[in-house]
């Protein structure tokens, strides 16, 4: 075994993480950083990790449900419906502006939960179900808002997404204390491992008494509610519930989780390594932001990250069953 393979598969075991990954951030921020002087600047790079916070969050709720052996579409559309429940809770209704965050992971946690119900008792794909749910989630926060977005939050929900303790911009600070209660669940306690024994083989996993079904709806209702909590950081950075907010954000999530080293099959997936894919796609769209590459070159950009980072991710499953 080379050097390089024995370190990887350190990494792999102690820090759950493929250098692969690391590799890449280093050498994309450093290109960046030669083809524009403004890159490593410390509002530059406080402004990567604040558009990176409401990705990471979707990304750690791509990387549960991929983990596990399924796949979740709607992760976007309940984004904005989460932030579009919030603001009606807060501005329309005005209640109680701890409410209006519960509202938020609440109405998230639901739309999961009704993923995880028709996948486990109704048999529909999971392919099917969350991109129905992408459009029923997506059109019920235009039925909300009245096809308008929600003004007028409350400052404590506005300091969520624009308040800079210790010059640390809130959603970051969140960012991070989600990754690693998330890091800790899935690499260090029963569900985590139930998770992806789910992800290896469901067979298995059941034959092992794993109830599948039921940790199935959970693991499902954890990506909503994770959903909810990124609506609720959009919805307080831009001080709006948009119900078009989180647009073709789920390809950017799914992107950032494969590219950490999550098999895109099951059975292997990494928090850590979750971070380092969504830095890299920060890191990436900031870098085409800063050189002016027109927005739909960077959408083509994200895709032939997903198709490339699924090739290296499979390259490597081969590789490794060949060993």
């Not at 298995?204 to 909590?229: N, P």
């Not at 609506?231 to 992107?255: H, K, M, Q, S």
């Amino acid at each position: 075994m080379s050097f390089w393979s024995r370190l990887q598969r350190a990494a792999v075991e102690r820090l759950h993480i493929r250098l692969e990954s690391l590799v890449v951030l280093l050498a994309l921020s450093a290109v960046m950083a030669v083809l524009s002087p403004y890159f490593l600047s410390l509002s530059n790079v406080l402004n990567i990790l604040l558009a990176t916070s409401t990705i990471g969050v979707l990304a750690i709720a791509a990387t549960f449900v991929i983990g596990s052996g399924g796949l979740d579409l709607s992760l976007g559309s309940v984004m904005g419906l989460s932030g579009v429940v919030g603001a009606f809770v807060a501005v329309n209704l005005g209640w109680w502006s701890p409410l209006a965050v519960l509202a938020c992971i609440v109405a998230g946690g639901i739309a999961g939960y009704i993923n995880g119900q028709l996948v486990t008792r109704a048999f529909v794909p999971a392919f099917i179900v969350t991109l129905g749910m992408l459009g029923l989630a997506r059109g019920l926060a235009l039925v909300i808002s009245q096809g308008r977005a929600i003004y007028g939050l409350p400052p404590e929900i506005v300091y969520i997404g624009q308040g800079r303790p210790f010059g640390i911009p809130m959603p970051v600070i969140l960012l991070l204390l989600t990754a690693i209660v998330a890091h800790c669940l899935l690499a260090y306690t029963r569900f985590g491992r139930h998770t992806l024994a789910l992800g290896d083989s469901e067979g298995a996993a059941r034959a092992a008494g794993i109830r599948v079904e039921h940790h199935r709806r959970i693991i499902y209702t954890l990506s909503g509610a994770l959903a909810g909590l990124a609506g609720l950081l959009f919805t307080a950075r831009v001080n709006a519930g948009d119900p078009t907010a989180g647009i073709n954000y789920e390809l950017t999530a799914i992107t950032a989780a494969i590219i950490g080293g999550t098999n895109l099959f099951g059975g292997r997936a990494s928090i850590l390594g979750t971070m380092i894919g969504a830095l890299i796609m920060g890191v990436l769209q900031n870098g085409l932001t800063l050189l002016a590459v027109q927005s739909y070159y960077q959408q083509m950009a994200i895709g032939a990250v997903l198709i490339l980072a699924v090739f290296i991710d499979q390259y490597q499953v081969r590789k490794e069953s060949r060993v």
